[in-house]
């Protein structure tokens, strides 16, 4: 069974650092493309950051660029994502997301059950 | 980057009504589109891909359709368990973007 985890969110101050992991199982976590996604609560869905299976390409919204890193540990089948300069409008949940791709056409077969993040003085 | 414009935001339903929502893509993006279910406190869930193709194990009363800039997920027979929110995903181009959401609910 496919399953992703997030953990590593709570309460933090504006100008603050958190980060976040996402533990993958139950598949070839190497073989894919993971991504972050954020809910604002009661609003939609934004996409934040993408790592390819080698990390050789990353790709970041431009909300975060420069604020926020995105990496992975194949090894330990895990997924981060490294937040700083935090600010109150990253308050979110934050999902991780396996991406598949079948041709051409890629899209997000699994999320994790999201880690909140709460950017507040 | 791509913006989704979904319509309507909100719409009222009975069961075993048929319902479609539609998604509006601000250039053109091929079959790059992409359904996704949530419900209240859970993660979404991926019910369409490549604008038509049924995910697997997902009920064949949702159907999906159109190519370019527009898009419709038709729910064919409501159930109970579809009251829920709807969002389309562009994955013609980075960033990801989605549509606003569409709430369904039950009238």
Do not use: E, H
């Given at each position: 069974e496919v399953q992703l985890v997030e953990s590593g969110g709570g309460l933090v101050q504006p100008g603050g650092s958190l980060r976040l992991s996402c533990t993958a199982s139950g598949f070839s976590y190497i073989t894919f493309s993971m991504n972050w996604v954020r809910q604002v609560p009661g609003k939609g869905l934004e996409w934040v950051s993408y790592i390819s299976s080698s990390s050789n390409t990353i790709y970041y919204a431009d909300s975060v660029k420069g604020r926020f890193t995105i990496s992975r540990d194949n090894a330990k089948n895990s997924l981060y994502l490294q937040m700083n300069s935090l600010r109150d409008e990253d308050t979110a949940v934050y999902y991780c997301a396996r991406e598949k791709i079948t041709g051409s056409r890629t899209f997000f077969d699994y999320w994790g059950q999201g880690a909140l993040v709460t950017v507040s003085s | 980057?791509?913006?989704?414009?979904?319509?309507?935001?909100?719409?009222?339903?009975?069961?075993?009504?048929?319902?479609?929502?539609?998604?509006?893509?601000?250039?053109?993006?091929?079959?790059?589109?992409?359904?996704?279910?949530?419900?209240?406190?859970?993660?979404?869930?991926?019910?369409?891909?490549?604008?038509s193709s049924l995910q697997s194990g997902v009920p064949s009363r949702f159907s999906g359709s159109g190519s370019g800039t527009d898009f419709t997920l038709t729910i064919s027979s409501l159930q109970a368990e579809d009251f829920a929110t709807y969002y389309c995903q562009q994955s013609f181009s980075t960033p990801r973007t989605f549509g606003q959401g569409t709430k369904l609910e039950i009238k």
């Open positions: - | 980057d791509i913006q989704m414009t979904q319509s309507p935001s909100s719409l009222s339903a009975s069961v075993g009504d048929r319902v479609t929502i539609t998604c509006r893509a601000s250039q053109t993006i091929n079959t790059f589109l992409n359904w996704y279910q949530q419900k209240p406190g859970k993660a979404p869930k991926l019910l369409i891909y490549a604008a």
